[in-house]
């Protein structure tokens, strides 16, 4: 029987006092926090992990998508992601990619150090090591402060803005902000390090990782699902493998999320013991490394002003307050059957299966009019009932397809910038985030590199 502790009032010292709080250091949260600080507001940044980055670091996805239309002829992506990349390069830690959906490889362990550098910079205080706890209101949907656990122990950061980069929206779930969770949840993933798969290939000529991890034939196999792959940069044989898939796990879930973080590292061993016992040169390769955290791709979503849909996506709409564009296609990884669905601005669908011939169909009749990218409105990052708190990330609110395009990382990098943007204005205005008008957005964002249309 669980039998609830009744702990002793007490008085939590306040860390720190600023103008914009970020709580959550990936990629989206370290974009949003340098935004806002080179916007001269005094701003802090709340990360689990000892090093910022999230998903592409302590999950080990090394892969950017195309900053260019689909055509790969106009820029449309620009500001800190672009700025990234190319801090990235003159480091020789980025490398392109074969494809649009593969367009930049990154040296993860390079970008840990390059965020550092950014945050640094830009002079955001840092707090690593450090769990959200608890939201303090002033008033409902308002945030006065949030309380943290780190190695000092419990205390507070007080702040004007505050910005919930948590992705599975910690932060407004526990102010009793509206939010929404789907039943068909994408399911996490757990990547790995994989060393000596060119060794592999080379020892056997008709080597398919994806054919071998599901093939059916052997005991270990994988259920059918999606494998893709990406070679670390400046190694001699790395390969970051994508392919673990657990089904029906809800990861804003304490005792889910642990299962899943096991399951998913059970499924990487059964990969390398199907190259070890059933492939020609498998005992070539060996794991090298292992993912901080499982790679979570959707949870809870944030009631915003706007719901972004599959069909204002893929249709290209343009909207007044938009802050990000992208081309990702349409990408659902399915929890009641193997494989995803892929549907693009072409007009074009598919459903992929490994080892099967895809099936291929179109969601629109053909024609040359189609959109070369499409936007996120502002209006998708502001929380019903919020004053002082905007959501960024895969958080933000959309439907199933809409989400299924821009949950990747160059997308959510804008959405933090943006929300950065809004949280700076607001404190040197001192109103509310969710109430600074779109244009100045907007504007904030195009004196920062951003491209807006």
């Known amino acids: 029987m669980n039998r609830a502790i009744r702990e002793k009032a007490r008085s939590t010292p ?13 990629c989206t949260g370290t974009c949003a926090a340098v935004r ?6 005094a701003t802090v940044l709340v990360e689990m992990n000892g090093f910022l980055g999230g998903v592409a670091t302590a999950g080990l996805v090394n892969i950017w998508h195309s900053l260019h239309d689909v055509k790969q002829r106009e820029p449309i992506i620009g500001g800190l992601t672009a700025e990234i990349i190319d801090r990235l390069a003159r480091r020789d830690a980025v490398q392109h990619g074969e494809s ?39 008033a409902p949907g308002t945030l006065e402060a949030i309380v943290i656990e780190d190695k000092s122990g419990r205390r507070a950061i007080r702040a004007k803005q505050f910005i919930d980069a948590t992705g599975d929206g910690d932060v ?5 902000l509206p939010t929404v969770k789907r039943d068909d949840l994408q399911p996490p993933t757990c990547c790995a390090w994989i060393e000596g798969l060119g060794s592999v290939a080379k020892a056997n000529p008709t080597f398919n990782l994806a054919h071998e991890v599901f093939n059916p034939a052997y005991p270990e196999a994988l ?33 889910e999320l642990t299962k899943a973080e096991i399951e998913g590292r059970r499924q990487v061993r059964a990969i390398l013991d199907i190259l070890r016992n059933h492939v020609q040169g498998g005992r070539a390769a060996f794991l090298r490394g292992l993912p901080a955290y499982i790679g979570i791709r959707e949870t809870r979503h944030a009631c915003c002003l706007h719901t972004l849909t599959e069909d204002e996506l893929l249709r290209g709409v343009r909207f007044e307050d938009a802050i990000a564009n992208g081309t990702y296609r349409v990408d659902i990884h399915h929890s009641d059957k193997p494989g995803l669905t892929f549907r693009y601005l072409d007009g074009g669908e598919e459903y992929v299966v490994p080892s099967k011939p895809p099936v291929q169909g179109r969601w629109r009749p053909p024609g040359d009019d189609h959109a070369l990218f499409y936007q996120i409105p502002l209006r998708s990052l502001l929380p019903r009932g919020a004053s002082n708190v905007l ?12 989400y299924g395009a821009i949950r990747v990382m ?44």
């Open 14 to 26: 306040v860390a720190c006092e600023a103008d914009v709080c970020v709580i959550g250091g990936g």
């Open 36 to 41: 806002a600080a080179r916007m001269s507001a």
């Open 100 to 138: 649009e959906n593969c367009a930049y490889v990154l040296n993860t362990e390079e970008l840990k150090i390059e965020l550092d550098t950014l945050v640094s910079e830009a002079r955001v205080r840092p707090f690593l090591h450090a769990r959200f706890v608890a939201p303090i209101l002033s």
């Open 172 to 176: 407004i779930h526990r102010m009793g």
């Open 223 to 255: 259920p059918e699902g999606f494998l893709w792959t990406a070679q670390v940069p400046a190694s001699a044989d790395i390969t970051m493998v994508s392919g673990t898939r657990v089904k029906r796990a809800d990861c804003s879930d304490a005792d």
């Open 391 to 402: 959501a960024v990330g895969r958080l933000i609110d959309a439907d199933r397809g809409a």
């Open 410 to 453: 160059v997308n959510c990098n804008q959405t933090g910038e943006a929300a950065g943007a809004a949280c700076a204005l607001a404190a040197a205005r001192g109103g509310a985030a969710t109430e600074v008008p779109a244009a100045a957005v907007r504007a904030a964002l195009c004196a920062g590199g951003a491209i807006i249309f």
